[in-house]
């Protein structure tokens, strides 16, 4: 299934001012739509990471204007701060490793925004995902790798459901970042060769992320030991502690790499080991949520990280058996077995579950 609709229906289009939705929008022009740019104005702080400063919104609006589409601006602010931003903020204060980006998807762009546009009268809305929606014999919809695979983002949009992909476009992921370019710059746009958004939009590169949560929570010090307890170094946050971190914990040199393997918030201790000693046989995962209903007994593989490799798994119920209050109505816990030994995953990232390079399904690591 082409990420370009040709039947010319009316498209909202959600434009954060950088070069891949300016292209969506103007390839569903072009395709005979009508497309209506949107922006969300999602944080009034300080962002300099080119995802949420306000020069994105004049350069979607910019763009609009170049394209001969309407363009309107939805304020979220309260949405994203209550979504995203207090929950990275609890996750880090209860020594989990929040992806607020997968959040920011989950609870604004194809939830918040989906139901304006339905309220609006568009039964569709497209993005700037380097991602495909591809349709299976049996009508249902799966989040497809991109064809450019050092920009796939079909990890961040494992959550999306079947309602959610019978209304959703997206124009380029059948294309690399550079053709993307390209025709941004044969049209003439003002983003075609506008950086990409890095990292968080509400971290600043300038102030940090230890900043910005020291004006919201305690950040509390901490000790850093080995395996027998023996104390070897010092972090200035242990909420800040990330496993397989290597860096920033103070450790005295030499002798081989040590990572942190075990944040133990309440007695605010770190525990390293070596490489060895951060390798599982299996994750134990929570929110599973399947995209077409469970697969059964195909092959999967794994992805822990938006560009990480995907390892074959297996995923089987948990030990916590019962009544469950996550999106799958199962067990309330699962396990992930990995078929080699795989690096431990941190609580509060995303376990994505593929099936060849169309995604399956994903979860949170506990």
């Known amino acids: ?55 994105d919104v004049d350069d979607a609006r910019r763009v609009a204007d170049a394209l001969g589409i309407e363009h309107h601006v939805f304020n979220l602010g309260d949405d994203f701060e209550r979504d995203v931003v207090a929950p990275y903020v609890a996750d880090h204060a209860a020594g989990r490793t929040p992806n607020p980006c997968v959040e920011c998807n989950r609870h604004l762009k194809f939830n918040r925004l989906r139901h304006r546009a339905s309220a609006l009268g568009f039964d569709q809305i497209a993005t700037g995902h380097h991602a495909r929606i591809v349709e299976r014999p049996d009508g249902t919809r799966r989040i497809a790798r991109a064809v450019d695979s050092g920009k796939d983002q079909s990890y961040v949009l494992h959550m999306l459901d079947q309602a959610q992909l019978a209304g959703l476009l997206l124009p380029i992921g059948d294309l690399t970042k550079d053709e993307v370019r390209r025709h941004a710059s044969a049209i003439g746009l003002r983003t075609a060769d506008k950086p990409d958004s890095q990292d968080v939009c509400f ?54 790499p040590r990572y942190a393997v075990a944040v133990d918030l309440p007695t605010a201790t ?42 074959p798994v297996t995923v089987d119920a948990g030990p916590e058996d019962g009544p469950s209050d996550g999106p799958d109505d199962g067990p309330a816990q699962w396990l992930v077995r990995w078929a080699r030994s795989h690096r431990r995953v941190a609580p509060g990232q995303s376990v994505v579950f593929y099936d060849g390079d169309e995604v399956v399904g994903g979860a949170t690591a506990s």
């Open 1 to 55: 299934m082409t990420g370009v609709d040709r039947s010319g229906g009316p498209v909202m289009v959600a434009m954060s001012g950088g070069v891949d939705s300016s292209v969506a929008a103007a390839l569903l022009r072009d395709a005979g739509h009508e497309v209506v740019g949107v922006t969300l104005r999602l944080w009034g702080g300080e962002s300099d990471s080119g995802c949420c400063a306000v020069s």
């Open 270 to 311: 770190v525990t390293v080991g070596s490489a060895d000693d951060l390798l599982v046989d299996e994750t134990p995962v929570d929110g599973l949520v399947w995209t077409g209903g469970p697969v059964g007994t195909v092959s999967l593989t794994a992805q822990t990280s938006a560009h990480g490799t995907a390892e």
């Open 203 to 256: 971290i600043t590169r300038a102030h940090g992320r230890e900043d910005f949560l020291a004006r919201r929570i305690s950040l509390t010090p901490g000790r850093v030991v080995d395996g027998d307890g023996i104390q070897v170094g010092a972090v200035d946050s242990v909420e800040l502690v990330t496993i397989g971190q290597r860096k920033g914990m103070a450790l005295a040199g030499g002798g081989a």
